[in-house]
């Protein structure tokens, strides 16, 4: 019960330095929250991020075949069977000419971070366009049978990023 006080003051700490520098900033750098390390039982696993700058927390998504708790104040953990994993996996993989090489030093707005088994080094960087088509094919690949509660992280993050596209879960736009 302890760590729930601590995760409502980092975010009332994030939300005072927004709300203290919003009217003279366009980019906010907000004190570091917590985010999870993925338990060593926990092989498989990729991680979305927005890197670059900010004006907001950004939601940060975990897709894995193991359930642990994420430690993050905006992070979801999307548990899926090893079959619909791999579908996500080999998708993400056949998407890497979509991804920036060389890194920029300095990312741009709303920038993507794909990160696969490695924390530190994204395995993808992706610029928003190409994000938020990736975001969205990944919302309607064939053998997944997305649930509702499945799809509203990703939409959470395509809307945080500014993607015109609406995510659609069960043929009805994600509200």
Sequence with gaps: MAKLPRLRLAFAAASLVMLATWATADTVTFPPLEESIPPTSATH????????????????????????????????????????????????????????????????????????????TPKCVMPQTYACKYLWDVSKLSGMSWTAAELKPINDLAASMKCPQRIYANGKPYP
């Design 45 to 120: 696993w990729i991680k979305y991020k927005v890197l670059g700058p900010r004006n907001a927390p950004f939601p940060v998504i975990l897709i894995s075949t193991r359930r642990y708790k994420p430690l993050g104040l905006l992070e979801t953990l999307i548990v899926l069977p090893r079959r619909r994993y791999d579908i996500v996996a080999r998708f993400t993989e056949s998407q890497s000419t979509d991804c920036m090489h060389p890194l920029p030093t300095e990312f741009p707005w709303y920038t993507l971070g794909i990160f696969e088994r490695d924390l530190l």
